[in-house]
T-cell receptor
Framework: QQPVQSPQAVILREGEDAVINCSSS?????VHWYRQKHGEAPVFLMI?????EQKGHDKISASFNEKKQQSSLYLTASQLSYSGTYFC?????????FGKGTRLHILP | GAGVSQSPRYKVAKRGQDVALRCDPI?????LFWYQQALGQGPEFLTY????????KSGLPSDRFFAERPEGSVSTLKIQRTQQEDSAVYLC??????????????FGDGTRLSIL
């Protein structure tokens, strides 16, 4: 079952904050987050494992709530380089099931 | 090389032709995955190898799709009798261990396949 991401698209001005949500109808054990720029490979951001932990990577952090079966990605003081499509992925057996993505566009 | 390498970068084929897409994973990575990505969508799982063993091929859309990794390193995805609906970006990813231990996947730039 594909996780659902929201919003589908976001337009921000440089320096603004954003939150991207990822929800699953199935029990979550881990969530992967990736960013993909047009024509490029998806780039790994972080993995969250069962335990409700929050992780950070520069000004990008994420939380994982396995009870609510959801994860959220937080982008603080966004930079132009943050533009791209963000995918969450839930792990089922030996594979990642990716959401449809959230397109983020940062304006100068 | 430093990252996952895929070739060719672009492939144009006529409907009915066979194509072969190559993936060279990061050295030492045990796991290798193939995904299909349609325009504006997330990557969709096709198949998974652990070393040379193909452990999951549940995502392959039809028996026209075939993947192999004979020596546990380079992998080839072959599509026979291509159809227009096969047009997509095919992504390869590798990881040091399996997903069960929380390993990140490292993706190649993909092969953009266009079927005329």
């Amino acid at each position: 079952q594909q996780p659902v991401q929201s919003p589908q698209a976001v337009i921000l001005r440089e320096g603004e904050d954003a939150v991207i949500n990822c929800s699953s109808s199935k029990a979550l054990y881990s969530v992967h987050w990736y960013r993909q720029k047009h024509g490029e490979a998806p780039v790994f951001l972080m993995i969250l494992l069962k335990g409700g932990e929050q992780k950070g990577h520069d000004k990008i952090s994420a939380s994982f709530n396995e009870k609510k079966q959801q994860s959220s990605l937080y982008l603080t003081a966004s930079q132009l380089s943050y533009s791209g499509t963000y995918f969450c992925g839930t792990v089922e057996d030996d594979k990642i099931i990716f959401g449809k993505g959230t397109r983020l566009h940062i304006l100068p | 090389g430093a990252g996952v390498s895929q070739s060719p970068r672009y492939k144009v084929a006529k409907r009915g032709q066979d194509v072969a897409l190559r993936c060279d994973p990061i050295s030492g990575h045990v796991s290798l995955f193939w995904y299909q990505q349609a325009l504006g969508q997330g990557p969709e799982f096709l198949t998974y190898f652990q070393n040379e063993a193909q452990l999951d091929k549940s995502g392959l859309p039809s028996d026209r799709f075939f993947a192999e990794r004979p020596e546990g390193s380079v992998s080839t995805l072959k599509i026979q009798r291509t159809q227009q609906e096969d047009s997509a970006v095919y992504l390869c990813a590798s990881s040091f261990g399996g997903l069960g231990v929380g390993q990140p996947q490292h993706f190649g730039d993909g092969t953009r396949l266009s079927i005329l």
